[in-house]
């Protein structure tokens, strides 16, 4: 059996009888995806009005990380891409550009058809992507409606 990748993080699945005497090295990155996936930051320096954030199969990655810093002038609202749109993913997210981030997974995405998330420059954002396919996934703002203390915290 040949190796294969998990879904959302992209670790290697070591196949039967592969990687004799060389599985370790393997092992070791997939230990170093998982620490990026639970506390790795990175940031994003953007320079025009698309983005896409990869999760890559067995390589550390922007998408990988937990915590994604964007940075720069865009030009514009920037749309990012989240991929692969089969990929369950929460982000925490600091906008540092100048311009509102328009968060997608897959095509079809807007904030008109709760398929997008916006974050606002200079703004905050806690999000998850149900992975649920190119046409059909949806990014979901985790802190609309969060009450902190009795209080309802206002979405963005």
């Known amino acids: 059996m040949a190796s294969t990748y ?3 993080l992209g670790i ?3 196949g039967a009888g ?4 060389a599985w370790g090295n393997t092992t070791n990155n997939n230990f170093d995806l998982i620490d990026e996936a639970v506390n790795g930051v990175v940031t994003i320096a953007l320079s025009g009005t698309s983005k896409t954030v990869t999760t ?4 550390i990655s922007e998408g990988g990380r937990k915590v994604l810093i964007f940075t720069g002038s865009p030009g514009g609202d920037c749309t990012v891409t989240i991929s692969p749109p089969e990929a369950e993913k929460m982000y925490f997210i600091d ?3 100048d311009q509102k981030l328009i968060i ?3 095509t079809g995405g807007n904030v008109g058809n709760n ?4 974050i606002a420059a200079s703004s905050k954002g806690f999000i998850y992507a149900d992975g649920a396919g ?10 609309n409606g969060f009450s902190s203390g009795g209080t309802k915290v206002a979405s963005t």
């Open 115 to 118: 398929r997008a998330v916006e």
């Open 12 to 14: 290697e699945k070591i």
């Open 104 to 106: 997608i997974q897959g």
């Open 18 to 21: 592969e990687q004799a005497g």
């Open 56 to 59: 890559s199969n067995g390589s």
């Open 95 to 97: 906008n540092q550009a």
């Open 134 to 143: 190119s046409s059909n996934a949806k990014v979901i703002d985790l802190l």
């Open 6 to 8: 998990t879904t959302n």
